[in-house]
């Protein structure tokens, strides 16, 4: 890691030089050119302090509407900070200080009259691990409706089916909708939960590193899944494989130490990126 | 060589020692047990259990101890639902609604910390203090909240280590969805239904043995009461006045009642085991 470092460090002659450059031009870009419809989510000069660290430094990002969205770099860089100041998670955590904006729709999500009940019903959220609530996989998929009123069986039913039929875990499961979720296997509870997420309509999924603790088919199955759901949904993912982003990615942001380096479409950042630390983390220099 | 043979004696030595701190355990218990059922096996009979006190009890002639085992029954079974219905609320509050690292949340667990450690007898006195300054004479009521005064901590403190481990993503999970802090309840109780009964057994054993809280609250009666105002027997203290009369007929009643203490334990115990598995089958 050290080694590597240092030799980021030559490659920059001035760092904070070059940073200006890039934000200002990549701003530009951002909201001019790359995309065809409108951001759905727009980041603007976000500061996340923890416990007094300096999480998330003056990052500026525009989530494009219904394509997929990968955020890539190293460990630490602020990437699950990010995604989770987009639902609102990090609130519960202590000590947390957030300054700037997270526009969801041109609505700041973090302002005092929004109801924070109401952001996260708009996000579907993949966790690391697939996180099944303790009850049985229709009581799972149904919990969403349920808490947001929907109480006709037959209608919940509908909903269940279809949601499990958009994961293609129907099949797998319709016999033993009442056993718990937890017997099933942990590439058919992420499965599961993108379902019981799914199932609440929301607009944007976010994915944590959602198929770090899948085997290669079940990744390959929740990939396949979010390139279908793109269609549909507005996906945020953070992942520390590259061959997953290169796999699925339209669009890229690189984080480096809690500043966003470089944002573009995922040929642009794959191909031909602008960012020396960007290049050099795509070439394999540091991970 | 030598180093492996060294450890390998170490280790038999180890295992030496635990199995006998297990054995003296479980020996002196058995010991107790067999204590118990050689002298109160003889002295029971179907009239103990299904009789209330007769004019000559005790001086060992008719009647039995249904009075003392319903009135244990009601004293339990009153605090465990008057227990959960303060500790769950307490346990909740502090687990989602007080920040991680509260004040108040440390100063509520310390405190139940200290209260468990009471003894008995204090809370029979504070019952008894308590009723004085209400008015109250000694009845299945007063009994009832001194119980719930002396299990209270053990419920608190044995659910709150269950719902402090629930995991975070579970939680999280849940609040993505939409769900509030209120919502996110009934999932975390499916998730600790095992430990909650857990918490009950143990409360349940506490409450129903203990004689020293219900002495000067729940008083003692032949009759089994029909409200709460009236006074209550209870098998502890049925134990410990028939122990301490010169009859043998009578000191042997006494083990009969604690037979039928341990059975009563035991079937409870039973039961929260079947449930507990039953609830923890969703259990992640």
């Known amino acids: ?287 | 060589m030598k180093h492996f043979r060294v450890k390998k004696m170490e280790e038999k030595i180890f295992k030496a020692l635990m199995m006998a701190a297990t054995m003296i355990i479980v020996v002196s218990l058995f010991m107790i047990i067999v204590a118990v059922v050689k002298r109160g096996l003889p002295a029971m009979s179907w009239d103990m259990v299904s009789k209330i006190p007769g004019g000559g009890f005790y001086i060992g002639k008719e009647g039995g101890l249904l009075n003392a085992i319903i009135g244990s029954l009601y004293i339990v079974i009153g605090s465990i639902t008057l227990g959960l219905s303060f500790s769950l609320p307490i346990v909740l509050y502090i687990n989602l609604y007080l920040p991680e690292k509260s004040r108040l949340a440390q100063f509520t667990r310390l405190s139940f910390d200290v209260l468990f450690g009471i003894p008995s007898i204090v809370y029979g006195a504070f019952g008894f203090t308590l009723m004085v300054y209400l008015g109250l004479r000694s009845s299945l009521f007063a009994g009832i909240l001194t119980v719930t005064f002396l299990i209270v901590p053990i419920l608190i403190r044995s659910i709150d280590e269950v719902v402090r481990r629930v995991p975070k993503e579970m939680m999280d999970a849940a609040l993505s969805l939409g769900a509030t802090r209120s919502e996110i309840i009934k999932p975390i109780l499916r998730q600790v239904a095992p430990g909650i009964i857990t918490a009950i057994i143990l409360s349940v054993g506490r409450g129903i043995g203990d004689a020293a809280s219900v002495l000067f609250t729940a008083g003692y009666t032949d009759s089994i009461p029909t409200s709460l105002s009236q006074p209550v027997a209870t098998l502890p203290l049925a134990i410990f006045f028939q122990l301490s009369s010169p009859i043998v007929e009578v000191q042997d009643r006494a083990y009969a009642a604690a037979l039928i203490l341990t059975f009563i334990v035991l079937v409870l115990s039973l039961a929260g085991r079947y449930y507990s598995r039953k609830f923890s089958k969703n259990k992640i």
């Not at chain 1, 003056?58 to 460990?75: E, F, Q, R, Y």
């Not at chain 1, 109801?115 to 229709?138: A, D, H, T, W, Y």
């Open chain 1, 1 to 287: 890691m050290i080694p590597n470092l240092l030799r980021i460090e030559k490659h920059i002659d001035s760092p904070t030089e070059k940073f200006k450059v890039m934000k200002e031009s990549q701003n530009q870009v951002a909201v001019d050119q790359i995309f065809k419809t409108k951001p759905h989510i727009s980041v603007r000069n976000l500061n996340v302090y923890l416990t007094k660290n300096h999480i998330l430094k003056n990052v500026s990002l525009d989530i494009p509407d219904k394509a997929i969205t990968c955020i890539i770099g190293p460990s630490g860089c602020g990437k699950t900070t990010l995604l989770k100041t987009f639902n609102r998670l990090l609130q519960n955590s202590v000590d947390v200080k957030i300054e700037g904006e997270v526009l969801v729709d041109g609505v700041n999500i973090h302002g005092k009259d929004v109801e924070v009940e109401n952001i996260r019903k708009k996000m579907g959220l993949l966790s690391q691990r697939p996180c099944p609530l303790p009850m049985s996989i229709f009581d799972n998929v149904a919990y969403g409706p349920r808490i947001h009123g929907t109480r006709n069986k037959r209608k919940l039913y509908e909903i269940v089916k279809n949601q499990l039929e958009a994961v293609g875990l129907w099949e797998e499961v319709k016999e033993r909708l009442k056993a718990p979720a937890i017997r099933l296997s942990i590439g058919q509870q992420q499965r599961l939960c993108l379902a019981r997420g799914l199932a609440v309509s929301p607009e944007i999924i976010l994915g944590d590193e959602a198929t770090s603790a899948l085997d290669p088919i079940a990744t390959t199955k929740i990939e396949q899944l979010f390139l279908s759901l793109k269609k549909e949904y507005s996906i945020v993912l953070v992942t520390h494989t590259l061959r997953q982003a290169r796999r699925i990615a339209d669009y890229v942001a690189f984080m480096y130490m809690g500043e966003l380096i470089e944002f573009g479409s995922a040929t642009e950042i794959f191909t031909n990126p602008k960012h020396q630390l960007t290049r050099d983390y795509i070439g394999g220099s540091f991970s």
